[in-house]
Every structure is written in C-alpha cells, then in structure tokens.
C-alpha cells in the first residue's frame, strides 16, 4: 500500500497477525479483522464498507458531526475528533488540529449519534475515543495513548470492550 501513489478505494484488513492494526489505521482502512472471523463482526465490516461507499459515491465527504455551541454548528469530520471528555451536562471534544471545542450535551446523547460510525468507543464512563487516533494500549496498565499525546485510563468495566475491539482475544 506504501507504493501507491493514492489510496483511492476502501480496504478491509482481514489477517491473522494483529500486530498490523496500527498501519491499517495510517491508511485509514475500513475495519481490521483477524481471523477466525466470526459471521456477526464479519457482517458489521461489510456494513461499514458499504455505507462508506455509498456516501463517497454519492459524492458526501466523510462523515461529520454538527457540534452546536454558543447558537453556532461547526461541522467536524470524524477524522478530526481524537476523544470526548463527559463532564457532567456538557462535553468537551479534543479534536486533531482545532483544538478544544464544548458542546452543552452530556456524553452519553453523543456517544448515540457517534457510535454507529464504528470508530469510537467508550474506555470510561467519561471517555469516548476515536480508534483511528489510538496509538498505544498499555495492557499492564490499562490505559490508551492517543496520536495526539493525551492519555487515558480505560476503566475495568470497558476493558474487555476495548480487547475485543481490538481482537486481541
């Protein structure tokens, strides 16, 4: 894939080495499956594929989320958001390159919207992250570092979560 010079078409990673998760997030792969894959994860890779197709090929960009704050929406590609950060009725979004926006919603209103995208996933009952920007799980100590240099403890009730996301069962 390094030799290309455009990655223009959707990849599906499907392996049995897990040690390459980490590249087929830098080339913004659809979905990483390790076999033996199991009909129900299988499906949901494909669903995802499909769904990204269908919105490229319709000519919509990548999907965004409308953040509404102070009467104003700015529309955030989803690659842009690193993590949310609940903090009681209102969330705070790091994002990639524009730094910290606040959206008066709890948490737990915007994981629905966010997490049927499949990139995001909940490592706290106040944490939410975007897998494309994981960059190290530390087993040891359970917790996550993110591209961006934040880290984050990933509590006891999401860790098995966070292993099966990463199939690394």
């Given amino acids: 894939l390094e030799s290309l010079p455009k990655i223009d078409f959707l990849i599906v990673f499907l392996t049995a080495h897990g ?27 494909l669903n995802r594929a499909l769904e990204r197709f269908h919105s490229l090929s319709e000519g919509n960009t990548l999907p965004r989320y409308a953040l509404r704050s102070l009467g104003n929406i700015e529309l955030i590609p989803h690659e842009e958001i690193v993590r949310l950060e609940g903090d009681g009725t209102c969330t705070h979004f790091h994002l990639r390159t524009r730094g910290k926006r606040t959206e008066s919603r709890n948490l737990g209103k915007i994981v629905q919207d966010l997490w049927h995208h499949g990139n995001f996933l909940r490592v706290h009952q106040s944490h939410l992250i975007n897998g494309r920007h994981l960059e190290h799980v530390s087993s040891n100590e359970k917790t996550v570092r993110m591209t961006n240099g934040d880290r984050g403890t990933v509590s006891k009730r999401y860790w098995t979560d966070l292993k099966r996301w990463l199939e690394f069962v």
Avoid: G, I
């Avoid at 998760?21 to 894959?37: N, T, W």
């Fill in 19 to 45: 040690k390459y998760a980490e590249d087929a997030f830098d080339v913004a792969s659809v979905d990483y499956l390790l076999k033996p894959v199991q009909q129900n994860r299988f499906r949901r890779a």
